[in-house]
Nanobody, 125 residues
Framework: QVQLVESGGGLVQPGGSLRLSCDASGFTLDYYAIGWFRQAPGKEREGVSCISSSGSNTNYADSVKGRFTISRDNVKNTVYLRMNSLKSEDTAVYYC??????????????????WGQGTLVTVSS
């Protein structure tokens, strides 16, 4: 059974850091682009970042460039999102998605076939 599980969310003060993990089971991530998305209350799900199957290509939303870093460990079947200099507007439920494609990664939710259940990130003092 294909499953993605996010972890690492929590409450953090503005300016703080968190590292989210997306663990895959039931399939290998080697052939999948992985994206991180977020959804704040009352808003649509938006793309945050993605990484291609090999890790050679990454994309970031303008709002997180220079603050967030995506990486992957295909041996561990895990993708990470390191979030630094967090702001209150980063507060949302963060989801990871898997898209069967090689060489590129779209930061578009509709392209992704598999999703995790999400992890809540709250940035507040």
């Amino acid at each position: 059974q294909v499953q993605l599980v996010e972890s690492g969310g929590g409450l953090v003060q503005p300016g703080g850091s968190l590292r989210l993990s997306c663990d895959a089971s039931g399939f290998t991530l080697d052939y999948y682009a992985i994206g991180w998305f977020r959804q704040a209350p009352g808003k649509e799900r938006e793309g945050v970042s993605c990484i291609s199957s090999s890790g050679s290509n990454t994309n970031y939303a303008d709002s997180v460039k220079g603050r967030f870093t995506i990486s992957r460990d295909n041996v561990k079947n895990t993708v990470y999102l390191r979030m630094n200099s967090l702001k209150s507007e980063d507060t949302a439920v963060y989801y990871c998605g898997a898209h069967l494609v090689r060489g590129r990664c779209p930061v578009v939710p509709g392209a992704y076939e598999h999703w995790g259940q999400g992890t809540l990130v709250t940035v507040s003092s």
